[in-house]
């Protein structure tokens, strides 16, 4: 596991409680990570909603430096599955 996958897991952690649904992060390039009702954690796993985008603008996200909608739209971050999924995430990123 890469070492932007364990950071990942961690900030997203201290951010996200609990989950009502399923989301998987893929880094490209790095791995995926899991965010569900059982937490936040490394894994590749059937989800409702899977959102793909490279490790810089990952991080920039997770900063807060990268606005996730303008990435969507920009095509930086890929969404496949259900988009209410990724908005409920989104929100709860702040």
Known sequence: M??????????????IG??????????ED??????????VRA???EADCTMTADAD?????LDGDVNPTA???SGKL???GDMGQAMKLGAQLG
């Open 43 to 45: 894994g590749d796993e």
């Open 71 to 73: 990435a969507f739209m």
């Open 57 to 61: 603008t990952f991080r920039g996200i």
């Open 30 to 39: 790095e791995g995926s990570i899991m965010v569900d009702d059982a937490g």
């Open 18 to 27: 609990s989950f009502d649904g399923s989301v998987k992060f893929v880094i």
């Open 78 to 80: 890929k969404v496949d």
């Open 2 to 15: 890469s070492d932007i996958v364990n950071q990942a897991v961690t900030q997203l952690s201290e951010k």
